[in-house]
């Protein structure tokens, strides 16, 4: 596998499930960041991990529980959502080095519902 | 505040054509770095092109380039020879400085090549 891999593309659940979205890069990068699309707005930024210590929240609330156990692996555990939850979720990978350059590579999303 | 503005929703192109993709952003900051992506249907957020604010040359990549006109603060994306698979959402993005993570993205122009 190369690039930025994300499962499962798509998922459907309850509000009262819990499932877990996966991330997982191979380009040896230091940072992985969680973004959420929504149909007609701007990609919001949810959380940033840098060498697996979360460097930042973006006021997200908490039934999404990022968790990063090394550079390579990035998961969003999701319980209790809404049906405004329903989006697109993607990953991304960078090297980390905080500087206007640094280039995020993203995955292929997961297509999220929620009933 | 950092801000990219994307006034075009959407855009006609006929194959063989050049296009151009608007995009202006408001910074207060001196070291910046603009990017653009690509999303097809997919999903997938796939990197086209990076401008950096002190570049002195408008960046290319194939048949992307970047007119970068910093006075005007703006950063349009020229497609050139256009291909029916450049069919796609492109998105305009900008990153400040230094010890910044945070990548934030314009609206998006819906782009559709056809024959």
């Known amino acids: 596998e190369t690039g930025v891999t994300q499962t499962p593309r798509h998922l459907v659940m309850g509000m009262t499930n819990k499932k877990s979205l996966k991330c997982e890069q191979h380009l040896g990068h230091n940072a992985m960041y969680w973004y959420k699309q929504s149909a007609k707005k701007p990609l919001e930024l949810m959380f940033v991990y840098s060498l697996e210590e979360r460097v930042e929240n973006n006021s997200v609330p908490s039934r999404f529980s990022p968790e990063c156990p090394n550079s390579s692996h990035l998961f969003l555990h999701l319980h209790t959502l809404q049906p405004e939850d329903s989006a697109l979720y993607l990953c991304?990978?960078?090297?980390?080095?905080?500087?206007?350059?640094?280039?995020?590579?993203f995955g292929p999303g997961t297509r999220l519902t929620v009933l | 505040a950092q801000k990219i503005t994307q006034t075009q929703p959407g855009m006609f192109v006929q194959e063989k054509e050049a296009v151009t993709l608007d995009c202006t952003y408001d910074t207060s900051d001196q070291s910046y770095g603009l990017f653009w992506y690509k999303q097809p249907s997919s999903g997938e957020m796939i990197f086209l092109i990076y401008?950096?604010?002190?570049?002195?040359q408008n960046a290319t990549e194939g048949r992307y380039s970047l007119n970068f006109q910093k006075a005007r603060k703006s950063a349009n994306l020229v497609i050139s020879a256009s291909q029916l698979g450049d069919s796609a959402m492109y998105f305009c993005a900008m990153r400040e400085g230094y010890n910044t993570d945070k990548l934030i993205f314009g609206t998006g122009t819906r782009l559709q090549v056809f024959p």
């Open positions: 401008q950096g604010s002190y570049d002195e």
């Open positions: 991304a990978s960078s090297q980390g080095s905080s500087t206007s350059t640094d280039t995020q590579y």
